[in-house]
């Protein structure tokens, strides 16, 4: 259990990467008070794990209702997880988040980002939608269901506290070390990613 927990840990971890979301969430809530970023930090958290816990309670149904085998959902699964982590070694990814947290902050009104680009797709996007799946079909019982779960829970959690305390933690970081964390992640995501594609080509050839 508790190896199936560091696991699923890691690998939603990696995905949701709350130490590159709290920067771009710095950036997006610039103009907000220390109450509006905060409520909108929470707010963004609640509607990302709403997302994914109906994705991993009702994912295999979806999947069963549109005639997708299990092991192509690992494959393209695995595909989506290993673009995520070539994008976070070569900093693609933030600098797409950055571009798109530079159009929203443009306007100068304080914005809603909690749903919009927040909640999703930085949150609850396709790679984290594709990983808790997965984890979740590689559960056996209620109790490895409900681990997985609970390491849903502690990402999310910890995603929390990264977006309340993002201006505080950039600024003791620095951009360098939060360049070494990102790509550090995006190696392990890599890895990742191959072990469900690997998982995926032994289960659709009988391997």
């Known amino acids: 259990m508790t190896q199936l927990f560091i696991s699923a840990f890691i690998t939603l971890f990696v995905v949701i990467d709350p130490p590159g979301c709290a920067p771009i969430y710095a950036g997006l809530t610039k103009?907000?008070?220390a109450a509006q970023a905060r409520t909108m930090a929470l707010?963004?958290?609640f509607i990302a794990s709403i997302i994914?816990?109906?994705?991993?309670l009702f994912g295999q149904e979806l999947l069963g209702a549109l005639h997708i085998e299990l092991?192509?959902?690992r494959i393209a699964g695995g595909m989506m997880l290993f673009w995520i982590a070539f994008e976070?070694?070569?900093?693609?990814?933030?600098?797409?988040?950055e571009?798109?947290?530079?159009k929203i902050a443009a306007t100068p009104e304080v914005e809603d980002v909690s749903v919009f680009p927040m909640a999703m797709p930085m949150l609850a996007g396709p790679g984290a939608i594709a990983a808790i799946m997965l984890l979740m079909n590689e559960a056996r019982g209620m109790d490895e269901t409900l681990v997985v779960l609970g390491a849903l829970a502690a990402v999310l959690l910890l995603t929390a506290i990264a977006?309340?305390?993002?201006?505080?933690l950039i600024r003791m970081l620095g951009d360098k070390v939060e360049a070494v964390i990102t790509r550090l992640l995006g190696v392990l995501l890599a890895a990742l990613a191959a072990q469900y594609v690997i998982d995926g080509l032994k289960g659709s050839f009988g391997l």
């Open 88 to 97: 976070m070694v070569f900093e693609k990814r933030t600098q797409r988040r």
């Open 43 to 45: 707010r963004a958290v």
């Open 31 to 33: 103009g907000a008070s």
């Open 99 to 102: 571009e798109r947290a530079e």
């Open 163 to 168: 977006l309340v305390a993002a201006g505080p």
């Open 71 to 73: 092991d192509s959902f």
């Open 52 to 56: 994914l816990l109906i994705f991993a």
